[in-house]
Nanobody
């Protein structure tokens, strides 16, 4: 099993910044990629950003140019730097890790609330 522990959420004014962290532990072999998804009330969960162990990144269209994902492989930790936050960024942010080992397995963190006030 893989455990993902998120931190760094909170309340921020529009235009502000937050940094989320997600630390992975447990059976973390072959975990790749890691990333962030978010879910706002009444909406489906959507991609925020993913990053592979080699540093290749992928971003959702709504966050490109504002959010930056990074990864410390030695610490098994992924970060999400969120700048120029907007009220529509308000959501629960979930850390995700994927293992491809014969089959695809998704692991999820418990989620951290990000609220952006206007």
């Amino acid at each position: 099993q893989v455990q993902l522990v998120e931190s760094g959420g909170g309340l921020v004014q529009a235009g502000g910044s937050l940094r989320l962290s997600c630390a992975a532990s447990g059976s973390i072999f072959s975990i790749n990629p890691m990333g962030w998804y978010r879910q706002a009330p009444g909406k489906q969960r959507e991609l925020v950003a993913t990053i592979t162990s080699s540093g290749s990144t992928n971003y959702g269209d709504s966050v490109k140019g504002r959010f930056t994902i990074s990864r410390d492989n030695a610490k098994n930790t992924v970060y999400l730097q969120m700048n120029s936050l907007k009220p529509e960024d308000t959501a629960v942010y979930y850390c995700n890790a994927v293992r491809y080992f014969g089959k695809k397995t998704d692991y999820w963190g418990q989620g951290t609330q990000v609220t952006v006030s206007s």
